[in-house]
């Protein structure tokens, strides 16, 4: 079954903590990417990779970290110097040469 | 500095009824514009377009792209409440990123 996953589906953190949020595919896509949506807001870009140990910082990757080791995963650290952390976090993936990307279903993190 | 404008940002229709919704783009190295829907959860995939006046449809959901004046239209007719979404504009340049817009709330009342 192909497709994009992203656990937690909910995550409650403390202040001044880091958590992490998966991402994982098994599309076999070279691209992976890492959106933050706050209501009313689209969708804006954390941080993305189009090869394994390479990533590049979106419009918003203060406070955030990422690695790409594998092809298949792409990890998100929301680090306690994100100041304003509660949102819903959307992975997705995608081949270089097309820009259609293919979402997981989303991490909501609520900072308590 | 690239840019996506999508209006109306909200909207309130009957069942039945048929709606337009507008996209306005300014991106570098431009290749493709892509309309997502987006319920509760992950944004799905409806249209890619890449070339201009080539009008693509599914049911009852058409689009259309014109990249002289950088815009792009996303129409659906008869109206169900099923179509109450938010409707993503997303268009992407050569690297493969996309830019999105803010979204269109379509609510379709019974």
């Known amino acids: 079954d192909g497709g994009i996953t992203q656990s937690p589906k909910y995550l409650f953190r403390k202040e001044g903590q880091n958590v992490t949020l998966s991402c994982e595919q098994n599309?076999?896509?070279?691209?992976m990417y890492w959106y933050r949506q706050d209501p009313g807001q689209g969708l804006r870009l954390i941080y993305y990779s189009q090869i394994v140990n390479d990533f590049q910082k979106g419009d918003i990757a203060e406070g955030y970290s990422v690695s790409r080791e594998k092809k298949e995963s792409f990890p998100l650290t929301v680090t306690s110097a994100q100041k304003n952390p509660t949102a819903f976090y959307l992975c997705?993936?995608?081949?270089?040469?097309?820009?259609?990307?293919?979402f997981g279903p989303g991490t909501r993190l609520t900072v308590l | 500095e690239d840019k996506v404008v999508q209006s109306p940002l909200s909207l309130v229709v009957h069942e039945g009824d048929t709606v337009t919704l507008n996209c306005s783009y300014e991106v570098t190295n431009f290749r493709s514009l892509l309309w997502y829907k987006q319920e509760k959860k992950a944004p799905t995939f409806l249209f890619m377009l890449?070339?201009?006046?080539i009008e693509k449809k599914s049911g009852r959901l058409s689009s259309i792209l014109d990249k002289k004046e950088l815009f792009s239209i996303l129409n659906i007719t008869a109206t169900q409440t099923g179509d109450s979404a938010i409707y993503l504009c997303?268009?992407?340049?050569?690297?493969?990123?996309?830019?999105f817009g803010k979204g269109t709330k379509l609510s379709v009342k019974p």
């Open positions: 997303a268009p992407g340049g050569s690297q493969g990123n996309l830019i």
């Open positions: 997705a993936s995608g081949t270089s040469s097309y820009n259609e990307q293919f």
């Open positions: 599309l076999n896509h070279d691209a």
């Open positions: 890449t070339s201009s006046g």
